[in-house]
């Protein structure tokens, strides 16, 4: 490389480095105004479970999706745009985002057991530090008939993860509720009950009662609805009434176009469920607006996973694939605001220990994730960011993929054991190029063209799974091309 070309580089790089550190103070305390008293922001995290990171307009990828509250974080904050989750089934996820720990770490690798109540989590850090941790909606981490989804009732007090203050809440809601009626469950176990009123703007309504409070400390509040995922008796997601009848000729995802599933039948239904999360998401901001919290409080959108419509297997996640895998991650409020596409390659194990930092609280020494914070304001730190993230599956397979910015490669016991959390020998069972194939359609596994490719990446992903705990296992090469 010339003189000339480095030192434009290293122009370049200095020049993007204070653009962004002068967008975006290096801590949330930074942003405080002259004179204003240092307070800890305030953190809500509001969930919407099995919610497409696609469907959200500011990603550029649907023109039917009705999402204007969310684009309008992405307009004032981070939008991290390349988040995926490290377990992409609904317990298993949440296990991960709060402990940031693997699932075969947690205790919870499947749907059903309860989180281990050793772990420390993000709301029993937080509130080492003086928050308070409440929480709103479906919980999914006590212990329960796997075939039920969990436990149906009420969640004992030890096993709410250290959210510790306001309980407002059921294990399975998908159990416990329907789209129009239904039972939680406060922290006293006494049951709080509604009926003809769709179940986003009930949970949102909790949610604003919360916030129209007095709030002695900084507080963290996590909403987690339930929306868009199926209403599993239905067997598909229910939208409000008269919405779907908006969306009948609605956008087909190009992954969903090529493949049989159940998408045909139920988009309008998911789109309408989508556009009611949405509202919800504005009602909550307005509510901060109103009650002068918006300027302190970090304001998370995420997912726990996606959704494929039983277009690679038979139900709706549970798959290596991005409509299983990629969901939402928007961070909008003190540390970071301006707005900022942030392209590195984000775990869900990464969201709590990104928090933690950013409202200046230690991070725990067992934690596995990243604090992603130093992305929104560091050149450098994004050069460096390692883009990999271990995804494990269960339940629909014993299976393991390792997933970079270009490749997707997944490995399978083919046993067909999925009694167990982890195999001793593994077989090459998919393998993607993002690149070319961002749909997912071509499986490269077996080809001998990109047999070193393959080596490499199997070599990393044994890497991975040894930091997850897991011991080193057998990973056996595709023979054939499928």
């Not at 317990?91 to 402990?99: I, K, M, N, Q």
């Not at 769709?198 to 963290?220: G, H, I, M, N």
């Not at 393991?400 to 016991?413: E, F, L, S």
Request: proline share 7%; hydrophobic share 35%; with cysteine.
């Amino acid at each position: 490389m010339s003189d000339n070309m480095e030192s434009r580089r290293s122009f370049l790089k200095a020049s993007v480095a204070a653009a962004v550190a002068a967008a975006v103070p290096a801590t949330a305390e930074a942003q405080a105004k002259p004179g204003a008293p240092r307070t800890k922001p305030n953190i809500i995290v509001y969930l919407s479970d099995q919610f497409r990171w696609d469907f959200v307009g500011a990603n550029g990828r649907n023109n039917s999706t009705h999402t204007p509250n969310i684009d309008a974080l992405a307009s004032r904050g981070k939008n991290f745009t390349h988040t995926v989750t490290n377990q992409p089934v609904c317990a298993p996820a949440r296990s991960v985002l709060f402990t940031s720990r693997y699932a075969t770490e947690t205790g919870v690798w499947h749907n059903g057991p309860a989180l281990d109540k050793s772990l420390p989590t993000l709301a029993t850090e937080l509130r080492k530090s003086g928050y308070t941790s409440n929480y709103i909606g479906k919980w999914h981490l006590a212990l329960g008939d796997p075939k039920q989804g969990g436990s149906t009732g009420p969640v004992k007090a030890e096993d709410r993860g250290g959210f510790l203050d306001l309980w407002e809440g059921s294990n399975a809601l998908e159990h416990s509720t329907h789209p129009y009626e239904g039972t939680i469950w406060d922290r006293d176990n006494n049951p709080i009950n509604f009926k003809d009123q769709y179940r986003v703007d009930f949970l949102t309504d909790r949610a604003e009662r919360f916030l129209r409070q007095k709030q002695e400390k900084p507080f963290f509040l996590f909403i987690s609805q339930l929306e868009p995922h199926q209403q599993n008796d239905l067997h598909r997601p229910i939208a409000p009434k008269g919405a779907a009848a908006r969306f009948v000729n609605c956008t087909a995802p190009e992954d969903l176009r090529a493949l049989p599933g159940t998408w045909q039948d139920q988009l309008p239904d998911y789109y309408g469920c989508i556009e009611a999360i949405d509202a919800s998401v504005g009602r909550v901001r307005r509510v901060l607006e109103e009650e002068h919290l918006a300027e302190n409080t970090i304001f998370v959108f995420i997912s726990d996973h996606g959704c494929h419509f039983m277009t690679r297997n038979t139900e709706y996640k549970r798959s290596t694939h991005n409509s299983s895998i990629r969901v939402p991650l928007i961070i909008d409020g003190p540390g970071f605001r301006g707005a900022q596409q942030i392209p590195e390659l984000v775990g869900l194990i990464d969201v709590a220990p990104t928090l933690l930092e950013a409202a200046g609280v230690p991070v725990p020494p067992t934690w596995k994730g990243r604090s992603a914070f130093p992305l929104v304001n560091s050149y450098e730190a994004r050069e460096k960011w390692e883009n990999q993230q271990l995804i494990q599956i269960s339940e629909s397979m014993t299976g393991r993929a390792i997933r970079t910015k270009d490749w997707t490669y997944c490995v399978a016991d083919l046993s067909g054991d999925t009694k167990k959390p982890a195999a001793a020998s593994y077989h090459e069972y998919q393998f993607y190029d993002q690149r070319a194939d961002p749909n997912e359609l071509v499986n490269l596994a077996g080809r001998a063209e990109y047999r070193a490719k393959a080596d490499e990446l199997q070599a990393q992903l044994k890497k991975l799974m040894v930091a997850a705990g897991e011991p080193e296992p057998e990973i056996v090469p595709a023979k054939l091309y499928p």
